[in-house]
């Protein structure tokens, strides 16, 4: 059926299937074209940009400089390229080709977009900000470029700067904010009335701003949290929390609603005033199962460890490691592993071999209550940046979080501290993707915190 249709016919199919996100679809078309215009500079551009959104780099970066090789003043294609090396962590290749399109197209909006998150990516973020908005002077409503420049902001510690930019995370890839039948609250008075805080994205962001429940209590609200099962009895005995009710549309009045993330905003967050967490799941019991495994670790310094998070999420790429990395972490003496994996990726265990040196407590855990009370009966938890940081660090529980080069915003740029996790330790990669020195390190750490001389 394909061979019936013309070349030209097949291009604009497979850049529509592209446009709308169906990579592999479009890479499977494009492959048909290949062997009959191997020298076309467009189906080469197109094709390193579909494999670079399926994570295939090296292969992106080949076909985009072929289409450059024929082209070479290309400037769509010098920031595609670009674009293809930020994923290699390539840092010099990649803003040399950023620099060198935006000179040459100074009012391309893209380009200026693209280079103003290559050099976020690398931690250069006076010039990431001169960038942005050089793009935002283009495109003043670009929700893109807003989204871009908050994050630029927050990461600089300019939180409330940053706040306004994070609406625009409603209107990013046709997204839309959910309607609750009530008007969203923006500060207004909260005397005598209800306001339904309801969760959004991932798990770690909504345990991150459960710190705003009690400010909200203190108006004189009284609170509904909507969220998923998995998080009802963690927040069951925050202060401030009247009812957890479902995540989704909901049965009963509310005077406002307010989406969970956009509290930091309306409490005017900065770095000076973030508040304290508030007491998580306190009453609730070990699992037995788990208790019974804790055993193994009897006498010995007992360290969870996580080394993936969802690998749904566009960033888990260059956040999460293998667990090879931390086996080696199993032959320090006095010090006892314990697995806190759950879902994806927990099935590394039982390929590395290590499946009995390190016992498994993430199958164990049924919601993340279980999972306080498991982390609370261990020394540290060391990991790579995912959900049960954010859990260890609002428990009180000692946590070294991993970072990866560029890390969240939340965490900032520089040092080891962070004022929203205050008994949160920061090991960060001293240049991108160096996971070597940030295991080493905490290797010669852990040996001296479970073997004190």
Known sequence: M??????AELFKKASELLADGKYQESVDLFRVLLPLAPREPGLLANMGVALRKLDKHEAALAFTRRALELQPENTSFMTNAGNCLVALDRKDEALAYHETA?????????IRLNYAF???EFLLLDEALEQINLACSLQPDHNEAAWERGIILRSMGRFEEGWPDFEARWKRNHKKEPVYGAPKWEGQ???GKTILVSEEQGYG???????????LKAKG???????????????????????????????????????IMSLPRIFNTGLSNVPPMPALSVSVPLPAKAAELLKMG??????????SGNPAFQENRKRA????????????????????QKGAGEEQLAQSGAQGLIPELGPLMSDFADTVAALRKLDLVVMTDSSVAHLAGSAGVPVWNLLHYRPYWLYGMTGDKTPWYPGMRLIRQPSPGDWDSVFARVATDLEKLACPK
């Open 189 to 191: 008075d909260l005397a």
């Open 118 to 120: 290559a050099l976020r």
């Open 298 to 307: 009897e006498g010995r310094f007992r360290v969870g460890i996580v080394w």
């Open 221 to 259: 609200a009284r609170v509904l949290l909507g969220c998923r099962t998995a998080l009802h009895r963690l927040f069951k005995e925050v202060p401030g929390v009247d009812r957890i009710v479902e995540a989704g549309p909901l049965g009963e009045r509310f005077d406002y609603h307010i989406p």
């Open 102 to 110: 935006a000179r040459l197209s100074p009012d391309d909006f893209n």
């Open 205 to 215: 962001d909504t345990i991150l701003c459960a710190r705003y429940i009690p400010l």
């Open 321 to 340: 490691v293998s667990i090879d990395r931390f086996i080696p972490l199993a032959q320090i003496k006095n010090v006892q592993l314990f697995s806190l």
């Open 2 to 7: 394909t061979a019936q249709i013309k070349p």
